[in-house]
């Protein structure tokens, strides 16, 4: 059994020129976009805390991407012209996909000593609210030190 099913549907049928987000089995994401039939991915991102391998494969970063549409250069890598057995290697490196690739991902910024923003995978606004920093600071308590300013829903 494929421990690639998504992205082995996503690169057979394409992505109709959108990112198709693809949710790994430890909880990272990344999200691609492809043509039907090609060995190759045209645009690959990488969500926070998701590294690329130090391959020829993906060597070609787009750093300017983010910041010229408005993001930030802390966003994510993203890469251009990635061979979708990579992006599988990469994939079956964080033990494949997960079984639920239908849950959403919730951008949640933080007000601490200084503004903190970060992605969580999420059912709702108020369950993505109620996770847990790495650090383990609860973001759904508010103390005198730590608040939330918003959480949005990241565009697919």
């Not at 082995?8 to 691609?32: K, V």
């Not at 991102?45 to 802390?74: N, R, V």
């Not at 033990?95 to 059912?123: K, M, P, S, W």
Request: charged content about 30%.
């Amino acid at each position: 059994m494929s421990t690639t099913p998504r992205l082995d549907s996503l690169a057979a049928g394409g992505t109709n020129g959108a990112f198709e987000r693809i949710r790994l089995a430890d909880g990272h994401t990344l999200t691609l976009k492809t043509q039907a039939g090609s060995a190759t991915a045209e645009e690959v991102f990488l969500f926070g805390g998701l590294d690329a391998p130090d391959t020829e494969a993906w060597a070609d970063q787009d750093d300017w991407e983010a910041w010229l549409t408005g993001g930030s250069l802390d966003d994510g890598p993203l890469y251009l012209e990635v061979p979708v057995q990579a992006v599988r290697e990469l994939i079956e490196q964080h033990g494949g996909e997960h079984a639920d690739q239908d849950r959403r991902t919730y951008r949640v910024t933080i007000l601490r000593t200084e503004r903190i923003e970060f992605a969580v995978e999420a059912d709702s606004r108020e369950d993505a609210e109620a996770r847990y920093l790495m650090d383990g600071v609860e973001v759904a308590s508010e103390t005198d030190s730590t608040s939330i300013e918003s959480v949005t829903l990241d565009q697919e």
